[in-house]
């Protein structure tokens, strides 16, 4: 099935190809602060209060990174009886998750895994999959046909992106603020590692908008598509939900 909005890739970004995260690995933490003045720990606490409000034994938080989303939410539920996996494709990143869900290793199961082709997960076998700030830079059709195998029927998949103010001329405003921010600030904080902040710029100016994202989940198979905007738009958390068997 092929969609006539942006292109699936919206950031053009391949990990085989270049190995940006693995490069800025251990200073992700600190350009996302610095990227989002810090809001991105708003954002990530409310996709962790949507993942806690949500019934599940099993879930995957894909792309977990440094283990961002994992970590805020293990304090607003109770892990008996539950498995979680963070994954991610980047053995770096998933050094730093690992050492900061040091203290959960018993509830949190770390693995390697590609969004795009999760060959290890056995068709519906998960409750719920939660991906955050990552669908920009993968092919979302492929990494969302995924979801929807991995997924049990009538599980649950929450997304947080980059999405679209609403205001076109605060939009533009927006991106024009990111144009010139990024490239300084990333240049600064990965001592002149231009492709950082090149995909990240790429992938937010060429991202579907909310309503178009929530169109092409359905189109996929979803269900009860719904989306959230946060900080007037500039990200939406999605969920949906496989259809019950
Ligand atoms: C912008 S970071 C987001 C990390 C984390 N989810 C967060 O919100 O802070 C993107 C992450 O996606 C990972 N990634 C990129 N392509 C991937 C793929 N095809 N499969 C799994 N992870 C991927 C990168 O290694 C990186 O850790």
């Known amino acids: 099935m092929s ?9 053009e970004y391949a990990w085989e190809k270049d190995d940006v995260f693995g490069r800025i690995a ?19 606490r409310r996709v962790a209060q949507r993942i806690a409000s949500e019934p599940w034994n ?6 977990t990174g440094t283990g961002d989303i994992i970590l805020r939410l293990l304090p607003i539920l109770s ?17 730093i998750a690992e050492r900061r869900l040091d203290r959960f290793a ?39 046909r995924e979801a929807l195998r991995i997924l049990k029927p009538g599980g649950r998949l929450i997304v947080l992106e980059a999405s679209n103010i609403r205001i ?14 990024m490239p ?13 902040y090149r995909y990240l710029l790429q992938g937010i100016r060429d ?23 946060l900080s007037l738009g500039i990200v939406a958390i999605h969920s949906a939900r496989k259809p019950a068997a």
């Open 3 to 11: 969609f006539n909005t942006s292109p699936s890739n919206a950031a």
């Open 26 to 44: 251990s200073r992700y933490d600190l350009l996302c602060d610095m990227f989002s003045c810090g809001i991105h720990r708003l954002w990530k």
């Open 58 to 63: 099993t879930l995957i938080d894909g792309a």
């Open 79 to 95: 892990a008996q009886g539950r498995t979680m996996i963070a994954a991610d494709i980047s053995p770096k990143m998933l050094a």
């Open 106 to 144: 018993e509830t949190v199961k770390l693995c390697q895994l590609d969004a795009e082709n999760m060959s290890s997960i056995a068709d519906n076998s998960v409750d719920a999959y939660s991906l955050s700030l990552v669908l920009k830079i993968c092919d979302r059709q492929r990494v969302l």
């Open 168 to 181: 076109g001329l605060l939009h533009r405003a927006y991106l024009r603020y990111m144009s010139i921010c």
């Open 184 to 196: 300084a600030l990333g240049w600064l904080a990965t001592g002149g590692d231009a492709s950082a």
């Open 207 to 229: 991202f579907p908008t909310a309503e178009a994202l929530a169109t092409e989940m359905t189109q996929l198979g979803f269900t009860e598509v719904a989306f959230e905007r």
